[in-house]
């Protein structure tokens, strides 16, 4: 009785509701549809978790008016019996851009760069567009609709995918009955970020994902500066962000470490991002649920390569194979980490591909019940929307009939129910006549294929090994059917019965003469399971860290380790110690003498052999996924810590040639770069475990053509400066504003923070140190001036290939030292003066002095650099091994850490098996605070994998193929070599995926 009451409750409420709507028709007289529809004995899930058995539901208006096993039907219900079949809620894709133009890219190359925004009234930047609103620029497409209703959704956040920060989205359902007032469900849903600038947009600025990522910094601090009503002007794009703070924020980063990046900049403003994935999370897990966020996961799974060519297949790196091997088991790994995601077919070429993409991850160990959440609840909960993705009671009516379980590869989509509104995908009254029949054709038997879609049949028809040109059309029960041999066409025509298997009808000879044909059905259609090669899961390749070749199959782990009888180059007063013990204990120098012992240690016996401090790179652009941000004559507010790539192979060669700490700096395209990360060589750690522990504090400085864009091109003439005497009045005027700035700060009075000055500040008064990209002798006297004239001192002068005319004025300035190179010169007209005896005419004038790299490829044999000082100006061994090791730690202001070999630093340290001044010298081992980050016995073995691994996965790849599966063309994926000069247009923003 209660429940009879409390449905004639519900039944009134909303009688009422609809009959309060008035609007006015035109076109005709107005004739709604009040009745009821029952779905009656089918399998009825109300969500991933939730299921009816032989249930009921019962809709009306486009909602859920009741649903479960026993349901009192209204008098005027027209009832659907769907005995044997299942009604599943509608999938939502949560970030699609349906239904808003695709924005068309401007001009790229050969026009001026553009410097300065091109809006009055918004926001400086003209990658920020926080105030688009996509229902502005929403027109429904009823081709895609069709699409995406045929691939099982009923509804879609959608927004407009252009620029930094895209305004917000809106929440539409797909049903072309109706207007726009009926399908837009949410105006304003979402607001929108991502790592790519706007493709209609021209502005310089960002260049880099660490530009990018200092803006959205800025803007969030504006933002709250703007809040506080400070602001003197009117910014239309801030009033915007501010206003739609409490939406959901959705991130698009599309790359495993840009997912970390994301991140990061949500929990410095306290947002928690829902981020747009890559689909390669599997791959640093750890760092991902780290995050607390729910991801939006896209299921492009790489194809295969087609690897039959042996010498083609050489071109695909083992990181590229082992993605094919192991993406479709992300959803896997996200779900066992405890990780909450929905699913997209944004990347898919169509969305009728994302069943087939699912049932694959449900092959590697994804469960039904996860990929339903993925596509039902957990999009409803990012859209915060609970009247979709279920079917509760008074949720839309948006539901699927399917003949059986939704991701069985047998399974067809009848019906997608959208708002009430029903869109026939399959007939489910249409037999499906698929399966092999014997076809007697003209007194001749041919074999016939019947696959594909129940509603959309294949046919291939064929006579022992040969298959000829056919083709099927099937609908309300009648068939089409016709094939090609020798040129001949034969045409038939037929229906298709309840009562028998088998169909006949008439057929046309190619003569034209009237005939009949059968066709006997002699097997049933058993499904594929999608393609072979997803029959037979390949065995899943075990992750390394990081998952390339060379990684480690577990993080390294310090340990005591005791070095007995080696040659040990202290780096110390001590200097060189024949015959001495040193023993490493809990990551750090722990004893250095004779006759050491300790129980607990593992024993090398390194006699013979020479241990020294590991080498450090003062000049390095390993390891960055961007080195450039040119988009301003200042780069101060860009961090390179932001862009750590610990998966650069680069650092894994390093390691194999005794580096263990090197300075990342920014490149030289502007006058004032970025910040430094100075970081350790930890090869398979995340980007944060490389970086320093309390990193003293760098910036990069630069002088000379770079900066002044003498060799950028033609185009490149507008930005200040473009002579050197210029480069002096960008130094002066931001190192001014920067004095007033700190004068605002420390008056009381509002400020607007500025993480650019707040840089500049830091250098005005000691706290950040300078390393200068320098070459010519006038230049470097200036900037010395410039200093002294605000009262601070310039650390370090970096390449220096002039120092040697200077270097009695930088000791005078209090210059801490000067990197060079060992014997680079004339390469460019700017050091046409340089001369390999700089290095040591700066050494014995009493400057620290280094040798750096500045290149992928030297600094795996800075130790043979270092030598090179030993010819070039007779530079004793000791004092040439100091400049790879103390002496740039000193410059780096890390020497009380690393450097040398004394008890109570880090134990950083590389075994080699000659003087590692010696061109005939190997690191043996390097250890990176008691961890082997690099073993040359073990280094061999992972050759060996490496190919047996190979072997392995393109066995794989070869029986994909041979399955029917799809392939990609083999391609080489060229490497990095970031350099100071890197041109920060053309480096592009790079991703891991």
């Given at each position: 009785?209660m429940?009879?009451?409390?449905?004639?409750l519900?039944?009134?409420?909303h009688?009422?509701?609809?009959g309060?709507?008035?609007f006015?028709k035109?076109?005709?007289?107005?004739?709604?549809?009040?009745?009821?529809?029952a779905?009656t004995?089918?399998?009825?899930?109300?969500n991933?978790?939730?299921k009816i058995?032989?249930?009921t539901?019962?809709?009306r208006?486009?909602?859920?008016l009741?649903?479960?096993?026993?349901v009192?039907l209204?008098?005027n219900?027209?009832?659907?019996?769907?005995e044997?079949?299942f009604?599943y809620p509608?999938?939502?894709?949560?970030?699609?851009?349906f239904?808003i133009?695709k924005?068309?890219?401007?001009?790229?190359f050969?026009?001026?760069?553009?410097?300065?925004?091109?809006r009055?009234?918004y926001?400086w930047?003209?990658?920020?567009?926080?105030?688009v609103?996509?229902?502005?620029?929403?027109?429904?497409?009823?081709?895609?609709?069709?699409?995406?209703?045929?691939?099982g959704?009923?509804?879609?956040?959608?927004?407009?995918?252009?620029?930094?920060?895209?305004?917000?989205g809106?929440?539409v359902?797909?049903?072309?009955?109706?207007?726009?007032s009926?399908?837009?469900l949410?105006?304003k849903a979402?607001?929108?970020f991502?790592?790519?600038?706007s493709?209609v947009k021209s502005?310089?600025y960002?260049?880099?994902?660490m530009?990018?990522?200092?803006?959205?910094?800025?803007?969030?601090?504006?933002?709250k500066?703007?809040e506080?009503?400070?602001?003197?002007?009117?910014?239309?794009?801030l009033?915007?962000?501010?206003?739609?703070?409490?939406?959901?924020?959705?991130?698009e980063?599309?790359?495993?470490?840009?997912?970390?990046r994301?991140?990061?900049i949500g929990?410095?403003?306290?947002?928690?991002?829902?981020?747009v994935?890559?689909?390669?999370?599997?791959?640093?897990?750890?760092?991902v649920?780290?995050?607390?966020a729910?991801?939006?996961?896209?299921l492009?799974f790489?194809?295969?390569?087609?690897v039959?060519?042996?010498y083609q297949?050489d071109?695909?790196?083992?990181?590229?194979?082992?993605r094919?091997?192991?993406a479709p088991?992300?959803p896997k790994?996200?779900?066992?980490?405890?990780?909450?995601?929905?699913?997209?077919?944004?990347d898919?070429?169509?969305?009728?591909?994302?069943?087939a993409?699912?049932?694959?991850?449900?092959?590697?160990?994804?469960t039904?019940q996860?990929?339903?959440?993925?596509?039902?609840?957990?999009?409803?909960?990012i859209?915060?929307?609970?009247?979709?993705?279920?079917?509760?009671?008074?949720?839309h009516?948006n539901?699927?009939i399917?003949?059986?379980s939704?991701?069985?590869?047998?399974?067809s989509?009848?019906?997608?129910?959208?708002?009430?509104?029903?869109h026939?995908?399959?007939?489910?009254?249409?037999?499906?006549?698929?399966?092999?029949?014997?076809?007697?054709?003209?007194?001749?038997?041919?074999?016939?294929d019947?696959s594909?879609?129940?509603?959309?049949?294949?046919?291939?028809?064929?006579?022992?090994?040969?298959k000829?040109?056919s083709?099927?059309?099937?609908?309300?029960?009648?068939?089409?059917l016709?094939?090609t041999?020798d040129d001949a066409?034969?045409?038939?025509?037929?229906i298709?019965?309840?009562?028998s298997?088998n169909?006949?009808?008439?057929?046309?000879l190619?003569?034209g003469?009237?005939?009949?044909?059968s066709?006997t059905?002699t097997?049933?259609?058993?499904?594929?399971?999608?393609k072979?090669?997803d029959?037979?899961?390949?065995?899943?390749?075990?992750?390394?860290?990081?998952?390339l070749p060379?990684?480690?199959?577990?993080?390294p782990?310090?340990?005591?380790?005791?070095?007995?009888n080696?040659?040990v180059?202290?780096g110390?007063a001590n200097?060189i110690l024949?015959?001495?013990?040193?023993l490493?204990k809990?990551?750090?120098i722990s004893?250095?003498?004779?006759?050491?012992?300790?129980?607990g240690?593992?024993?090398?016996?390194a006699?013979?052999?020479?241990?020294t401090?590991?080498?450090i790179d003062?000049?390095?652009?390993?390891?960055?996924?961007?080195v450039n941000?040119?988009?301003?004559?200042?780069?101060?507010e860009?961090?390179?810590?932001?862009v750590?790539?610990?998966?650069d192979?680069?650092?894994?060669?390093?390691?194999?040639?005794?580096?263990?700490?090197a300075?990342?700096?920014?490149?030289?395209a502007n006058p004032?770069?970025?910040?430094?990360a100075?970081v350790?060589?930890?090869?398979?750690?995340?980007?944060d475990?490389?970086i320093?522990?309390?990193?003293p504090?760098?910036i990069?400085?630069a002088?000379?053509?770079?900066v002044?864009?003498?060799?950028?091109?033609n185009?490149?003439?507008?930005?200040?400066?473009?002579?050197r005497?210029?480069?002096?009045?960008?130094?002066?005027d931001y190192?001014q504003?920067?004095?007033?700035?700190?004068?605002?700060?420390?008056?009381?009075?509002?400020f607007?923070?500025?993480?650019?000055?707040?840089?500049l500040?830091?250098?005005?008064?000691?706290?950040?140190?300078i390393?200068?990209?320098?070459?010519?002798?006038s230049e470097?006297?200036?900037?010395?001036k410039?200093a002294?004239?605000?009262?601070?001192?310039?650390?370090?002068?970096?390449?220096?290939l002039?120092?040697?005319?200077?270097a009695?004025?930088?000791?005078?300035?209090?210059?801490v030292?000067?990197?060079?190179?060992s014997?680079?010169w004339?390469y460019?007209?700017?050091?046409?003066?340089?001369?390999?005896?700089?290095?040591?005419?700066m050494?014995?004038?009493?400057l620290?002095?280094?040798?750096n790299s500045?290149?992928?490829e030297?600094i795996?044999?800075?130790?043979?650099?270092?030598a090179?000082?030993?010819?070039y100006?007779?530079v004793s061994?000791?004092?040439?091994?100091?400049?790879?090791?103390?002496?740039?730690a000193k410059?780096?202001?890390?020497?009380?850490?690393?450097?040398s070999i004394k008890?109570?630093?880090?134990?950083?340290?590389?075994l080699?098996?000659?003087?590692?001044?010696?061109?005939?010298?190997k690191?043996l081992k390097?250890?990176i605070?008691?961890a082997v980050y690099f073993?040359l016995?073990?280094?061999?073995k992972?050759?060996s994998?490496?190919?047996?691994?190979r072997n392995t996965?393109?066995?794989?790849?070869l029986?994909?193929?041979?399955g029917g599966?799809?392939?990609?063309?083999?391609?080489k994926?060229?490497e990095r070599?970031?350099?100071?000069?890197t041109?920060h247009?053309?480096?592009g923003?790079?991703l891991?995926?």
């Open positions: 009785m429940k009879q009451f409390s449905f004639i519900l039944l009134c409420c009688l009422t509701f609809f309060q709507e008035y006015p035109n076109d005709g007289v107005s004739n709604s549809n009040n009745n009821y529809t779905f004995n089918a399998t009825i899930y109300l991933a978790t939730q058995e032989k249930g539901l019962l809709i208006d486009g909602r859920v009741q649903v479960g096993a026993s009192n209204p008098a219900t027209q009832v659907i019996d769907l044997g079949h009604i509608a999938f939502i894709d949560a970030y699609s851009d239904g133009s924005p068309q890219r401007t001009a790229g050969g026009r001026s760069p553009q410097y300065d925004a091109t009055s009234g926001y930047n003209d990658h920020i567009m926080t105030e609103n996509a229902v502005d620029h929403f027109k429904f497409d009823s081709k895609k609709a069709k699409e995406l209703i045929e691939a959704f009923a509804a879609v956040g959608t927004h407009h995918h252009d620029g930094i920060a895209r305004g917000s809106m929440v359902t797909l049903t072309e009955a109706g207007t726009d009926e399908r837009i949410q105006k979402t607001q929108h991502s790592f790519s600038r493709v502005q310089a960002p260049s880099s994902t530009g990018t990522l200092a803006l959205l910094r800025q803007m969030y601090n504006d933002a500066w703007y506080q009503g400070n602001a003197k002007t009117k910014d239309l794009a009033e915007a962000l501010n206003a739609n703070k409490g939406l959901p924020t959705i991130f980063s599309k790359d495993k470490l840009n997912n970390l994301a991140d990061k929990d410095l403003f306290k947002i928690q991002y829902i981020i994935g890559s689909g390669f999370e599997y791959e640093n897990i750890k760092d649920k780290a995050t607390n729910t991801f939006i996961i896209p492009n790489p194809d295969a390569y087609d039959s060519n042996p297949a071109y695909v790196s083992l990181s590229d194979m082992r094919w091997n192991q088991s992300n790994v996200l779900a066992d980490n405890g990780v909450k995601f929905a699913f997209t077919a944004h898919l070429k169509s969305p009728k591909e994302i069943i993409k699912i049932q694959k991850a449900i092959l590697y160990g994804l039904e996860q990929a339903l959440e993925a596509l039902t609840s957990v999009p409803s909960q859209l915060k929307n609970d009247k979709i993705g279920n079917l509760n009671v008074n949720s009516a539901f699927l399917t003949s059986g939704i991701f069985d590869n047998k399974t989509i009848y019906e997608n129910w959208v708002q009430g509104n029903k026939v995908v399959n007939d489910r009254n249409q037999k499906d006549i698929r399966g092999t029949y014997n076809l007697l054709v003209g007194g001749t038997n041919y074999k016939m019947v594909g879609e129940v509603g959309k049949p294949k046919v291939e028809i064929s006579q022992d090994t040969l000829y040109k083709n099927l059309a099937y609908s309300n029960n009648w068939i089409e016709g094939f041999k066409t034969y045409r038939m025509t037929g298709v019965t309840n009562d298997e169909i006949k009808g008439k057929l046309i190619p003569n003469t009237e005939s009949n044909f066709a059905k097997d049933s259609f058993e499904a594929k399971d999608t072979k090669e029959k037979d899961i390949p065995e899943v390749m075990p992750l390394t860290y990081p998952n060379y990684g480690n199959a577990s993080l782990k310090p340990k005591d380790m005791l070095f007995k080696a040659t180059w202290t110390e200097g024949e015959n001495t013990d040193v490493v809990n990551g750090k004893k250095i003498g004779k006759n050491l012992s300790d129980a240690a593992t024993v090398v016996d006699t013979g052999q020479h241990l401090a590991g080498i003062e000049h390095s652009h390993l390891a960055l996924s961007s941000e040119g988009g301003h004559n200042s780069s101060a860009v961090k390179m810590e932001d750590v790539d610990p998966d192979i680069g650092v894994y060669r390093a390691l194999a040639g005794g580096v263990t700490s300075q990342l700096l920014h490149g030289s004032i770069g970025g910040r430094s100075i350790k060589f930890k090869w398979g750690e995340s980007a475990n490389m320093y522990k309390n990193s504090k760098f990069k400085f002088l000379g053509e770079n002044k864009q003498s060799n950028w091109g185009t490149e003439t507008v930005r200040f400066p473009q002579t005497m210029g480069v002096e009045q960008v130094y002066i190192f504003r920067a004095k007033e700035y700190e004068a605002q700060k420390k008056s009381g009075k509002p607007r923070f500025d993480e650019e000055m707040e840089t500040v830091e250098i005005l008064n000691g706290e950040r140190y390393s200068c990209h320098s070459y010519v002798q470097i006297n200036m900037l010395m410039v002294e004239s605000f009262n601070f001192k310039v650390n370090t002068f970096t390449h220096i002039e120092g040697y005319k200077v009695d004025i930088m000791k005078e300035h209090g210059v030292g000067a990197g060079t190179f014997d680079w004339a460019k007209y700017e050091v046409n003066d340089a001369i390999p005896y700089n290095a040591a005419i050494n014995n004038v009493g620290t002095v280094a040798i500045d290149d992928g030297m795996r044999r800075l130790n043979q650099e270092a090179k000082t030993i010819k100006g007779n061994e000791e004092e040439a091994w100091k400049m790879v090791t103390i002496n740039p410059m780096l202001h890390i020497d009380d850490r690393v450097g008890e109570g630093k880090d134990a950083d340290l590389v080699w098996n000659d003087n590692p001044l010696s061109l005939y010298a690191p390097t250890m605070e008691g073993d016995e073990e280094d061999l992972k050759r994998a490496i190919k047996e691994e996965i393109i066995k794989q790849m029986d994909a193929k041979n599966g799809k392939t990609q063309a083999p391609n994926r060229a070599d970031f350099h100071c000069d041109d247009l053309l480096e923003f790079h891991h995926d």
